[in-house]
């Protein structure tokens, strides 16, 4: 599978001829307010290299972006160096884009153009787990515009944004990363005016089928976006075993005994317009203890396990009523002996009204046992030009 068109590594272009910053926009000036040389609560850390790398030099730079204020500067001639805040104002299953103005100087705070021996990069982790380090680094995603723009940022302002990301919890770290094997020249780097701005633009559409052996990003299939319905519950999403290569596993398990353990995830997809469709779908279905789903608690709606195709190509409501559902997943692996086996489920016939689709994958755990689904292999199961349709129907 290949995306239908290129989703670019940062959304620079996009972000620059935005809307205006909603009220639920997370916003850091960094004017003021610095301790030991880091803004308010900020904190850093540092690769362990051999020999041991020094600590930066982070301190409050004047003028910040704007020519005003001011903004945190971090520099250093040798090691990998992190500055972080974990901040706790998004809502889980919503999507976001962080974007931050940079400046670059050499290392002495005088004008140039650092070396390929020094990188500067900023990075967000949706799981908000506080750290650069391991084993946690790996979670972070990171924009490596900055480092690869030299050019343009030494001694001038840039802003660059990065790939939009679902906030999986209420709280998302932000990470500065900078630099540097010159230890003649060094790296000078100021950060000012970081956004994170709930993501409104277009989302990437891709082409029907989805084999779901993919890169998997935070343990979810390329191009796919976890949705969630409010509640306290712990879900878990994984790249899992497929029918062949992988699939996306998605349990809602009831480790906690939670009832609201309801989340899913959304895709959008290319289709022709006002032709009829239906979509096939391969799911592997046991509860949480790798038996046959059971209804364990007949006064909460789950166990249930379903899949969906939205006509109108909305992505971020889970309970629009134009989703059309295929629900028999959930009868039929409550059935003994289907648990744990491989089956396929249509989505209704529908009219294609554009050139998009959101397919909806979801699991709903029963306040006393868990679900433990997996998909793979979403197909095309039949595209008729309406006309013909009416004839053969
Ligand atoms: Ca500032
Ligand atoms: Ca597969
Ligand atoms: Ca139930």
């Known amino acids: 599978m290949r995306k239908s068109w290129a989703f670019p ?7 620059a001829i935005g809307s205006p910053p909603a009220w639920s926009d997370i916003t850091v000036d960094f004017e003021g307010g610095y301790n030991f040389g880091l803004y308010d609560w ?10 041991p790398a020094a600590g930066p030099t982070v301190f409050e730079a004047i003028p910040g972006h704007g ?7 971090v520099c250093t001639l040798y090691g990998n160096h992190y500055v972080l805040k974990t901040m706790a104002a998004v809502s889980a299953g919503l999507d976001y884009v962080a974007s931050v103005w940079v400046q670059t100087r050499l290392y002495n705070g005088s004008p140039g153009v650092p070396s390929s021996s020094t990188w500067v990069e900023f990075g967000w982790d949706p799981l908000g787990r506080d750290t650069t380090q391991p084993p946690e680094a790996g979670l972070l995603t ?27 919890g209420t709280s ?8 540097s094997t010159d230890t003649v020249n060094g790296i000078y780097v100021l950060f000012d005016d970081l956004e994170i701005a709930q993501y409104t633009g277009l989302y990437p559409r891709y082409q029907l089928p989805d084999t779901f052996d993919t890169t998997y990003t935070l343990a979810v299939a390329d191009g796919w976006r976890l949705r969630f319905l409010s509640g306290d519950a712990k879900p878990h999403w994984a790249e899992a075993p497929g029918r062949s290569g992988s699939a996306q596993r998605l349990c ?42 059971a209804d364990a608690n007949p006064i909460d709606p789950g166990p249930i396990v379903k899949f969906g195709v939205d006509a109108t190509a909305q992505n971020t409501d889970p309970e629009a009523t134009t989703i059309l559902w295929n629900t028999n997943p959930t009868q039929y692996f409550s059935t003994p002996g289907n648990e744990n086996t491989w089956q396929t489920f249509d989505t209704p016939m529908f009219r294609a009204t554009t050139d ?4 909806w994958l979801w699991v709903q755990g029963d306040s006393l046992v868990g679900v433990d689904a997996r998909f793979d292999d979403l197909h095309v199961k039949t595209s008729a030009d309406p006309r013909r349709w009416r004839m053969y129907r």
């Open 356 to 359: 998009t689709v959101s397919v």
């Open 67 to 73: 020519g005003t204020g001011s903004a945190q500067a």
């Open 142 to 168: 990171w924009c490596t515009d900055p480092r690869h723009d030299f050019d343009n940022n030494a001694g001038n302002w840039v802003k660059y944004s990065g790939e939009l990301f679902t906030a999986l």
């Open 9 to 15: 590594a940062c959304l620079a272009l996009v972000l």
């Open 252 to 293: 809602a398990s009831t480790d906690t005994l939670d009832l609201a353990v309801n989340f899913g995830a959304v895709k959008l997809f290319e289709v022709l317009p006002n032709q009829i469709y239906n979509l096939s779908l391969w799911i592997n279905v046991s509860d949480s203890s790798g038996t046959t789903l």
């Open 42 to 51: 900020w904190k850093w850390e540092t690769d362990v290299w051999d020999p």
């Open 172 to 179: 998302v770290t932000i990470a500065f990363k900078v630099g």
